[in-house]
T-cell receptor, first 109, second 115 residues
Framework: KNEVEQSPQNLTAQEGEFITINCSYS?????LHWLQQHPGGGIVSLFM???GKKKHGRLIATINIQEKHSSLHITASHPRDSAVYIC???????????FGAGTILRVKS | NAGVMQNPRHLVRRRGQEARLRCSPM?????VYWYRQLPEEGLKFMVY????????ESGMPKERFSAEFPKEGPSILRIQQVVRGDSAAYFC?????????????FGQGTRLTVV
């Protein structure tokens, strides 16, 4: 079992829909990151969380430390949100990131 | 303030050649991480360096791969005698310090193709 599990693996949505991507992890962490990667592109950091909730524009990220679970929400989704969304955790004992497999999101107009 | 700069963006090598991937961290960042993304797979940690020191190389293949981060200049990931299985996207990330609240900034990646 991977230390970081994401669901769903693939997600297709209609423009305007509310989207949720989930991330569960099995290790103690000091921080959790949500990242975005466009096809052939670089990796952009969306959020870094150690507790609670953060919001940036149409994106919201939450984390529940006790349940070892985080969610990324996209409100009023748009085709330009189509990308791979990756959850990554930083172990409480080290500095490296451990990544989920990613969620491929496609938003259709 | 330029972000993390990686070059080249694309690199094609024949089997048996050497590949050198460069990463210039953000200004003021002294910590560099290399990650590899194999086709159809997730990102995997390779090595963590500070200036002139390798801190954690637990993700590096035992042979042919090496990394350095000299006092001056970019960090270099070097792959000797490349094989087709080395074809992947290699990402570098940098941070100003270590610790739980450290944001990591990623480069655009180097896409290595071994033919």
């Amino acid at each position: 079992k991977n230390e970081v599990e994401q669901s769903p693996q693939n997600l297709t949505a209609q423009e305007g829909e509310f989207i949720t991507i989930n991330c569960s992890y099995s290790v103690g962490i000091s921080a959790l990151h949500w990242l975005q990667q466009h096809p052939g592109g670089g990796i952009v950091s969306l959020f870094m969380l150690s507790s609670g909730k953060k919001k940036h524009g149409r994106l919201i990220a939450t984390i529940n430390i006790q349940e070892k679970h985080s969610s990324l929400h996209i409100t009023a989704s748009h085709p330009r949100d189509s990308a791979v969304y990756i959850c990554a955790v930083r172990s409480e004992y080290g500095n490296k990131l451990v990544f989920g497999a990613g969620t491929i999101l496609r938003v259709k107009s | 303030n330029a972000g993390v700069m990686q070059n080249p963006r694309h690199l094609v090598r024949r089997r048996g050649q050497e590949a050198r991937l460069r990463c210039s961290p953000m200004k003021g960042h002294s910590h560099v991480y290399w990650y590899r993304q194999l086709p159809e797979e997730g990102l995997k940690f390779m090595v963590y360096l500070q200036k002139e020191n390798i801190i954690d190389e637990s993700g590096m293949p035992k042979e042919r791969f090496s990394a350095e981060f000299p006092k001056e200049g970019p960090s270099i990931l070097r792959i000797q005698q490349v094989v087709r299985g080395d074809s992947a996207a290699y990402f570098c990330a940098s941070s100003p310090m270590t610790g739980s609240n450290t944001e990591a900034f990623f480069g655009q990646g180097t896409r290595l193709t071994v033919v």
